[in-house]
């Protein structure tokens, strides 16, 4: 009878069973001294279609057996294609366009006007969903979900309709269409702003209604006045842009945006209360946040200037609208102009709505013809990329990398990944881990190398293969912190050439026993490291061994005496096993001391060989790792 550790390494790894960054993963490890017989019969698994080709034989003529296999080949592509589409939920009038784009690629379900109950009755048949502002994307849909919803899209750039944190928890991706109705919202802004110093909304309503009132509307200049942006983002960029050229004096208030850039246009970046104490005009851009909720209230409306303007095009909830009512009452606020409201549609009675000195649109931001097809293009070329497993540069719950550092760093993620995978299985005991530390070596300087998406993807590879839930890069360092791993990050100055951004990487993981002590460094911490090499991920240090191997497929590490033909030992074994070995490298100390060879094999050895393997006197230990 097999021992219990034979047994499990003959059965599927369950994700269930699986402890909390406990010790458990899907590596299977031996020693010599350990090893015990396993062997795999597969001669039952060959012998069945050899057995239904000869009674599909007896049964059915020749030649309807071909005809009647083609019927059934072209049905099963036919069932199959449609079952491995993904289905897109879409909740909310997108473009033509972009619903082209997505049914080139997946199953699309465009349902709009949903109830919340309709939308998590819909929610768990769904792989991505798509919204605008109108539906709330909240905790119970994304628990309604049951963990098949991979991705939310919001044809937009605000994300306050979406739970976040839930996204996360639920290893879902969050993205947006920031980019697309950056110019239409600006230039709304724009219109909003030089509509309202002009009356032209209450001027046309006058006219329309057999009044001529022209001294009543009189207007005031922009030339020379101060405008304030809040929300040095996107779209505030552009409307300093566009009221520059108008003449305008623009300050702009953004804990976040780069002083160089805001230089560049000309705008001079101020605190808050600078900010809204100097404006003539103020023009909110910000997004809505704990911390920007209300953030124009009673307290701030008195720190203003008297008659001062204000442009809302972002979210309706920055602004207390019984604050902004009073202001306008006392004539703190000369007048102002609303895209957007707290609650949308707002009420008809609002007084706001109604104020003569208020000029309202729709949430119109982002309505012009050319906008809505961009976002719809954008989002849906998102939501598809997030699908097939791209990383998003639009992602809002994911590290945000621009897209070139994305395409640059691409394959050091791959390395990143696998290298956290190839660790996590070294490790040994029942202590678990604690700690991981993620050294990066790179010729570059600390604010030219963004090492973010590395980071998670190195956490996603140590997490995943010892978690029972699904982890992603969403969710990776939210699952870490959950069971208390610590991360940190290091940078070590490689004497390179900077257009290569990274030379290697390294994962230590301290405080933990191993299954393979070769493994363990100087320092007493298991240690790999890697680093790609003509875009392919290797593996170059394990412990304190050098060693270069491919890290595709699989890979076997052994400790062993080094003396002459291990290798060919070991690859005679293998290869007498229909096993194909991808690269072999070994690394010494010294002759004819230890040694840790390091074989790349393109699928998981049976358990004879791998016990064979075991069984080689100057081996002393050994483990199979599945990369």
């Known amino acids: 009878m097999a021992s219990a550790a034979s047994k499990a390494l003959l059965s599927p790894t369950s994700r269930s069973s699986l402890l909390p960054l406990s010790s458990s993963s899907s590596s299977s490890s031996f020693s010599s001294s350990s090893a015990s017989s396993v062997s795999f019969d597969r001669s039952r698994c060959r012998s069945r279609a050899p057995c239904f080709g000869q009674a599909l034989r007896l049964a059915v003529p020749f030649r309807r057996i071909s005809s009647l296999l083609d ?133 046309d309503a006058s006219l329309k209604a057999g009044k001529w009132q022209r001294n009543k509307y009189v207007g005031v200049s922009l030339v020379g006045k101060t405008l304030a942006i809040m929300g040095f983002g996107k779209v505030g960029s552009e409307v300093a842009r566009r009221a520059k050229g108008l003449g305008m004096h623009v300050i702009a208030h953004d804990p976040y945006a780069p002083a160089d850039r805001a230089r560049a246009i000309g705008v001079e970046l101020v605190s808050f209360d600078e900010a809204i104490s100097t404006a003539d005009f103020i023009s909110l851009h910000m997004p809505l946040t704990p911390s920007t909720s209300k953030i124009f209230n009673d307290e701030n409306f008195t720190k203003m200037k008297k008659g001062v303007r204000i442009i809302n095009v972002a979210r309706g909830g920055v602004i207390d609208e019984d604050a902004l009512l009073r202001a306008l009452e006392n004539g703190t606020v000369a007048q102002a102009a609303l895209d957007v409201f707290a609650e949308e549609p707002p009420s008809k009675e609002s007084k706001l709505v109604q104020h003569e000195n208020v000029t309202v649109t729709p949430h119109l931001g982002a309505s012009t013809m050319e906008a809505q097809e961009g976002v719809a293009i954008e989002i849906a070329e998102a939501v598809v990329g997030a699908l097939k497993g791209e990383l998003a540069a639009t992602a809002v719950n994911a590290p945000m990398v621009p897209s070139e550092v994305l395409s640059e760093l691409a394959p050091y993620v791959v390395l990143g990944e696998k290298l956290g995978r190839l660790a996590v299985q070294l490790v040994g005991g029942g202590s678990g881990i604690k700690g991981m530390k993620v050294v990066y070596t790179s010729a570059r300087s600390p604010d030219d190398l963004d090492t973010r998406i590395l980071r998670a993807m190195v956490t996603k590879g140590i997490v995943e293969p010892i978690s029972s839930v699904f982890v992603n890069l969403v969710n990776a360092d939210y699952i870490a912190k959950q069971r208390g791993l610590r991360i940190s990050e290091e940078r070590v100055f490689h004497d390179g050439s900077p257009e290569i951004p990274l030379d290697s990487i390294q994962v230590h993981l301290a405080n933990v026993e191993s299954k393979f002590a070769g493994a363990i460094s100087d320092s007493g911490e298991i240690v790999v490291e890697g680093r790609v090499k003509d875009g392919v991920p290797h593996l170059i240090l394990v412990g304190s061994y050098s060693v270069d191997v491919s890290l595709e497929g699989n890979l076997i590490l052994c400790r062993q005496i080094d003396q002459p033909g291990m290798i060919g030992r070991v690859g005679n074994i293998l290869g007498g096993n229909n096993v194909n070995i991808s690269f072999m490298s070994v690394g010494r100390t010294a002759p004819g001391k230890q040694a840790i060879m390091a074989i790349g094999v393109d699928e998981e050895p049976p358990k004879e060989a791998l016990r064979k393997i075991g069984e080689i006197p100057a081996i002393e230990e050994f483990v199979f790792l599945k990369l």
């Open 71 to 203: 019927a059934a080949r072209v049905t099963d592509l036919k069932i199959k294609a449609t079952a491995a589409k993904p289905t897109v939920l879409v909740s909310e009038k997108l473009g033509d366009t972009g619903l082209a784009l997505l049914r080139e690629f997946a199953n699309v379900d465009c349902s709009y006007n949903l109830t919340q109950e309709e939308l998590c009755a819909k929610i768990s048949l769904c792989d991505a969903l798509i919204v605008r502002s109108g539906t709330k994307v909240t905790r119970e849909v994304f628990e309604a979900a049951r963990g098949r919803l991979k991705v939310v899209g919001r044809a937009g750039v605000g994300i306050d309709n979406v739970d976040l944190q839930a996204a996360t928890e639920n290893g879902c991706l969050v993205v947006n269409a920031p980019t697309a109705n950056t110019v239409a919202a600006a230039e709304h802004g724009i219109a909003l702003l030089a509509a309202m110093a002009r009356n032209v909304a209450q001027a």
